[in-house]
């Protein structure tokens, strides 16, 4: 059981957007800095957001990265969706000076 | 360009030992903290094990330590896995990662991926 606690599965149409929730269990989602990566099918991960919110070169700015102290978590956002951002999104983080990664969600464009 | 390819992985019995590679180019490979990640087979990814630029400061997952070692060679720009007492549960894909910056443990993340090594263990 991870301590960034993703949803298995979301789905939406392309051009429309679509928010990646990553809820941590406990401690502060602003301790640390949070990671997103995409992983194709058959592909290793790549990394499209770190540190909360930045946007690594070469990644679209169709997809932004925040944080909500209220509600402990973090978000990826991809707007204008494309049929090539169906993949498998994970937010990464720390527990217990340990990096670790959420559980993973799979993004569905139809 | 970050180049990295991972070598090693093979099918072994439970309870044996096996040492993954991965061979690093295309940067300055003793400026950049490692990391090893593994994948199950349909499952996500796990976090096993960082090692700093100089090996200093190390950190694995709870459900490696103590079986699995991590190391580097600077000299030769290889990092290194050794995992002993290897059970089915470490069965996976294994990839080697570099951060993608040269900052310290809790101000970078693994940023330039490897394709992975397969390792099975199975009797």
């Known amino acids: 059981n991870s301590m960034l606690t993703q949803p298995p599965s979301v789905s939406e149409s392309p051009g429309k957007t679509v928010t990646i929730p990553c809820t941590r269990k406990?401690?502060?989602?602003?301790?640390?800095?949070v990671q997103w990566y995409q992983q194709r099918p058959g592909s290793a991960p790549t990394i499209v957001i770190y540190?909360?919110?930045?946007?690594p070169s070469g990644v679209p700015d169709r997809f932004s990265g925040s944080i909500d102290s209220s509600s402990n978590s973090a978000s990826l956002t991809i707007s204008g969706l494309e049929t090539e951002d169906e993949a498998d999104y994970y937010c990464?983080?720390?527990?217990?000076?340990?990096?670790?990664f959420g559980g993973g969600t799979k993004l569905t464009v139809l | 360009e970050v180049h990295l390819v991972e070598s090693g992985g093979a099918l072994v019995q439970p309870g044996g030992s096996l040492r993954l590679s991965c061979a690093a180019s295309?940067?300055?490979?003793?400026?950049?903290?490692m990391n090893w990640v593994r994948q199950a087979p349909g499952k996500g990814l796990e976090y096993i094990s960082y090692?700093?630029?100089?090996?200093?400061?190390?950190y694995y997952a709870d459900s490696v330590r103590g079986r699995f070692t991590v190391s580097r060679d600077n000299a030769e720009n290889s990092l290194y896995l050794q995992m002993n007492s290897l059970t089915d549960e470490d069965t996976a894909v294994y990839y080697c990662?570099?951060?993608?910056?040269?900052?310290?443990?809790?101000?970078?993340?693994?940023?330039?991926w490897g394709k992975g090594t397969q390792v099975s263990v199975s009797s």
């Open positions: 990662a570099r951060d993608y910056d040269s900052s310290s443990y809790f101000y970078s993340a693994p940023g330039h």
């Open positions: 295309g940067f300055t490979f003793s400026s950049y903290g």
């Open positions: 090692i700093s630029d100089r090996g200093t400061t190390i």
């Open positions: 406990s401690g502060g989602i602003v301790s640390n800095y």
């Open positions: 540190e909360d919110k930045r946007r």
């Open positions: 990464q983080s720390y527990h217990n000076n340990i990096r670790m």
